[in-house]
């Protein structure tokens, strides 16, 4: 699912060209507003979408919620020149009548609602600008 049809466009050409196509299943659209009608998967990523999302609680609940084994993410860090780049950036947007704009979400919050779905962190590694998180369901004992 993406909110970008041209990415699912160019997704969905890659994934014809590596054999792939008659097993994958796209839609255009906005989690939150979609998320009764999508069907859990395996694993749930969020590749530097949170920050193009404003209601971080809303989106990372629901993605989250979907995910039946493994939730992973890519978001900004939540340090002072990032946030800069992110006032510019908005500015710059702003100034030229563009809708777009990015919003750094504190991490401590990004994990509580990760967690608040019953999600435990597995793993982490943070970059420069942006920071990469793994969930995982718990194991289910039998």
């Not at 908005?90 to 609602?113: L, Q, T």
Request: aromatic share 12%; with cysteine; net charge positive.
């Amino acid at each position: 699912m993406d909110a970008s049809g041209a990415y699912l466009e160019i997704a969905r050409e890659e994934a014809q060209r590596r054999g792939y196509g008659d097993r994958l299943t796209y839609r255009h659209g906005d989690l939150v507003e979609l998320a009764q009608e999508i069907e859990p998967a395996d694993i749930v990523t969020l590749d530097r979408v949170v920050c193009c999302y404003h209601n971080m609680p809303a989106l990372v609940g629901a993605s989250s919620a979907k995910a039946r084994q493994l939730y992973g993410l890519v978001y900004p860090r939540d340090a002072w020149w990032v946030r800069l780049y992110s006032l510019v950036e908005n500015a710059w947007f702003r100034m030229k009548h563009h809708p777009y704009r990015s919003f750094i979400h504190p991490a401590r919050a990004v994990d509580a609602a990760v967690r608040s779905g019953g999600l435990e962190r597995r793993y982490y590694r943070r970059g420069v600008f942006w920071q990469v998180v793994v969930y995982a369901r718990p194991m289910q004992l039998a």
